[in-house]
């Protein structure tokens, strides 16, 4: 078993890392319940993905002509995701493990040690694999540039942007119409754009998906999460935050998977689903009560122990397509070991993982699955 937690902050600060104390975590604020968090937390967190019902039509038309382009690719279960209840968050529960985010070591800390989403999660909570090539914002310049596309650049807003490149019943998916759904989908449901918009810095990695290259999508998504995690860490600690941005439906599904014992039962919790993706995301609690922070707040407090619902991802009775499943197997059969070593080694090798989609805003973490092994 791994991914549990490694020792407090401010001993891991003394040895490898000088302490900042304005990074330690929120919680060590002594004017934690005066930021006026609670205040129009809708708006807060409006950069959350749109609700399926907004983009259903587009994403059926365009699913049925590049489905198997996307399995191919390795994420078809992906974009199936956000035609559930993705865009439903619980903001007191997302602003209770904000309070217990330290940016000195891009980790939460809670009391039986650090603990942060790692690539074994991204596999888990989305069904994709850690696998791919890094991508860097201008490293592929030259292979995307295609003059033939009529993208409708003044047509930004989400609706107005559908609206334009959205093609005809009946009429094939020109590759003009399938980078314009990507871009929508990753700056709107994947990654968030503060804008609300769908900028061109998204056209690169738009295009490269459509021309399967593999890429790491992974890597890009928890270092896009940890970017966020940051920003609305320091947000909150300068007082009320206008709009907490990036891909924090992750971290409302993650959550969801810790705290599921705990959470009230789901209308869809009878339902069967292929992955526990989907399952958790219909196990947000509807009801939007602040005095939900203080009782997240105190669920996180008790964890002074590292117990397995710290690690719902390494459950045996896991749903998920037949490549994880098969991944942590003990005794690997030859005709596994390559498929398996693929998996396993980005998961628990260290790395430099990058977030930014132009140059001057590029972030770069370290990724250290090592530092919460147990």
Known sequence: MFLGPFRSSKTFGDFILPSEESLFPLLDSPSIDNRGMFKYTTKIFRA???SPDRHRAWFDRVRSSKHQSWVREGFADFVSLFSHNVHVFEPHMLLAALCFWNR?????EFPCGFIAPTLLDIASLIVIRPSGEVYFCDRFDDAVRDSSLELKWDKKTYSHFCAAHQG???????????IAFLMYWLSSCVFCSPSLQVPKSFFNLASL???????????????????????ASEALSKGS??????PLWLLQLWLNSIFESSLPPSPSSTQSFSFEDCRFSYLTPSKKDPSNFHKFLGLIASFEEFIETLAPTLRLDRRG???LIEAPLHTITPSLASSTHSFWLP???WDVIFWGMRRQDVRSYCYHPQLFSR
Do not use: C, M, Y
Request: charged share 20%; aromatic share 8%; hydrophobic share 40%.
């Open 48 to 50: 959350f993905p749109p």
């Open 104 to 108: 000195e070591i891009h980790a939460f």
């Open 168 to 178: 005809a019943p009946d009429t094939p998916v020109s590759d003009t119409e399938h």
């Open 209 to 231: 998906l459509h021309r399967e290259q593999h890429v790491s999508l992974s890597k890009l998504l928890l270092a896009a999460l940890f970017s966020a995690l940051d920003d």
């Open 241 to 246: 935050p206008k709009n907490l941005v990036g």
């Open 321 to 323: 397509p037949q490549w």
């Open 347 to 349: 998961t628990l090798h």
